[in-house]
């Protein structure tokens, strides 16, 4: 069974910055594409940040240039470097599969940005 455990939300002013972590168990993490997700009350899980096996990253338009993810396969855990926050960036954060979600959801972490 795939277990995703993310960490290290929190609440934050804006302009300031978190790193979150998420730590993989039960897959073989280095064969997968990753990604990071949000979902903000009301609004549906959208991805934020892509890492694919090879390191590759790729960024929605909403946090390029200002979110860094990044992946060490020994460590199975992925993490996503956040600079700059601001209070759109206030959600729940979740990692899993890039494009096709489908190990069990964890139970996220939430960042809060206050203005």
């Known amino acids: 069974q795939v277990q995703l455990v993310e960490s290290g939300g929190g609440l934050v002013q804006a302009g300031g910055s978190l790193t979150l972590s998420c730590e993989v168990s039960g897959s073989n993490f280095a064969a997968d594409s990753m990604a990071w997700y949000r979902q903000a009350p009301g609004n549906q899980r959208d991805w934020v940040a892509r890492?694919?096996?090879?390191?590759?990253?790729t960024y929605a338009n909403s946090v390029k240039g200002r979110f860094t993810t990044s992946r060490d396969n020994d460590k199975s855990t992925m993490y996503l470097q956040m600079n700059r926050l601001d209070p759109e960036d206030t959600a729940v954060y979740y990692c899993?599969?890039?494009?096709?979600?489908?190990?069990?959801w964890g139970q996220g972490t939430q960042v809060t940005v206050s203005s």
């Open positions: 890492i694919y096996r090879v390191g590759t990253t």
């Open positions: 899993n599969k890039a494009f096709t979600p489908y190990y069990p």
